[in-house]
């Protein structure tokens, strides 16, 4: 980095650490001054627009390397020579409030930031390590979280699929399924969101140390496991209340399994619960790992619905190319019907144009080829001849096989609808479903 280096972002209104606003500012006009601020404004405004929830910082004894954290991916960013990577920390630490000269011990303050109307907490945490420093600073703000299934991207054919098992008066158990971390939170919501609970009583049971945020018109009923309680221990006095639906956070074996399979049967409930899983297959096949009464599992079980997240091709810079027939011939995709494919830009400092022009980082994406990211929805119905193979082999290939001759579209048929778009690309999809 240049000593003349200068900030080139947004505007900015900070609210630094302090006891009150007169402290607040005076830190501000401190900092101002600083040797390090613009470098210091420069991290925020990048980490905002980048969308990443957090940046580290490594000091060693020449350079300070940058990577982000951004829609599940850490991304390597150009490094910072060590002296303006020090005078940007020691603004930072200003910042909020910690002591500029501890670089050994673990620290941690934050400061906000608005940036075109929005707030963002930032929270800086620093800690010495062997090879010198490493410092993260997270990224905090209020986002909207997608409530319903076609807001995480399911196709409107397959949602209304869905739809009619989930609303159907002979509904049993329905699955669902993602990958820790992955959505495996916002897919439950999206099922929930997809039922008839203005019209039928939802209750859901979930531990105490773990309760999920509110979902309208579900009620939650909490049992307390550090007292040696379980998902049970509710239900006798919530069947007063004659509930129409029972959805469960956590089933950890077979034996509770069978006793919400027992639940639902004698009092004719519909249930809902949820396991983590690559795929809906993959999801039924885990639960049955816990060694469920098979038969019981078999019958009772309607419908799964599974949800992976890909990242989104950046609008502004992805780059279309003309697919090899051979290659949409292999995808199964119609080759007379498509006539580019997208992929990312991935932008490198010091890249040039045919006109031997430096080309510029864009400005929505940050250089990094996808902004945000969007739901694959993969539903699997469950029928008869699924339920029996479910009984007498239950393998991955050979259910996969059955499921896919009765009309099942898989994630990965998911996945080239939203490639064939210009949504996602092919390598993105690939390593979503590699993982």
Not at 145 to 168: H, K, N, Y
Request: charged fraction near 30%.
């Amino acid at each position: 980095m240049s000593d003349d280096f200068e900030y080139s972002g947004p505007a900015i209104q900070w609210t630094l650490a302090g006891d009150d606003a007169t402290q607040q500012e005076e830190n501000l006009d401190k900092v101002e001054e600083s040797l390090g601020f613009d470098h210091a404004q420069q991290l925020v405004a990048d980490t905002v627009a980048r969308q990443a929830l957090t940046t580290v910082l490594d000091f060693t004894s020449k350079m300070v390397a940058q990577r982000a954290h951004v829609d599940g991916i850490w991304h390597k960013l150009p490094p910072m020579d060590r002296e303006s990577g020090d005078q940007m920390l020691a603004t930072l630490k200003q910042m909020a409030g910690l002591n500029v000269k501890e670089r050994r011990q673990r620290q941690e303050g934050s400061f906000t930031a608005l940036i075109r109307k929005i707030k963002y907490k930032v929270r800086l945490v620093s800690q010495g390590v062997k090879t010198g420093e490493r410092v993260a600073i997270y990224l905090d703000w209020k986002r909207p979280i997608p409530e319903t299934l076609d807001e995480l991207g399911m196709r409107p054919s397959a949602f209304d699929q869905l739809t009619d098992v989930l609303r159907s008066p002979d509904l049993g158990m329905f699955l669902v399924t993602a990958r820790p971390g992955e959505g495996f939170t916002t897919a439950w919501r999206g099922v929930m969101n997809a039922c008839d609970r203005l019209v039928r009583d939802f209750y859901v049971i979930e531990d105490a140390t773990n309760v999920e945020p509110e979902i309208i018109n579900v009620k939650s009923i909490t049992f307390d496991s550090e007292a040696g309680e379980d998902a049970m221990t509710p239900i006798p006095n919530l069947l007063l209340k004659e509930p129409d639906v029972l959805a469960f956070t956590d089933l950890p074996d077979g034996t509770m399994i069978d006793k919400v399979i027992n639940l639902s049967c004698d009092h004719e409930l519909p249930v809902f619960t949820r396991i983590p899983g690559k795929g809906a297959v993959d999801a039924t096949l885990s639960m049955m790992v816990m060694k469920p009464d098979r038969k019981k599992f078999a019958k009772l079980l309607t419908g799964v619905a599974c949800m992976r997240l890909v990242r989104v091709l950046c609008e502004k810079c992805r780059v279309g190319y003309k697919p090899h027939p051979s290659l949409l011939q292999k995808l199964g995709l119609p080759p007379g019907r498509i006539a580019q494919l997208y992929k990312p830009f991935i932008f490198k400092p010091g890249m040039l144009d045919e006109d031997e022009n430096e080309i510029e980082r864009c400005k929505n994406c940050c250089g990094l080829g996808y902004r945000g990211r969007t739901g694959l929805v993969e539903f699997l119905k469950i029928d008869d001849e699924f339920r029996q193979a479910m009984i007498s082999k239950p393998k991955l290939e050979t259910l996969s096989a059955i499921a896919a001759k009765n009309g099942h579209i898989t994630l990965k048929q998911e996945g080239l609808v939203l490639v064939a778009k210009g949504t996602t690309s092919l390598e993105e999809l690939q390593r979503v479903l590699k993982a």
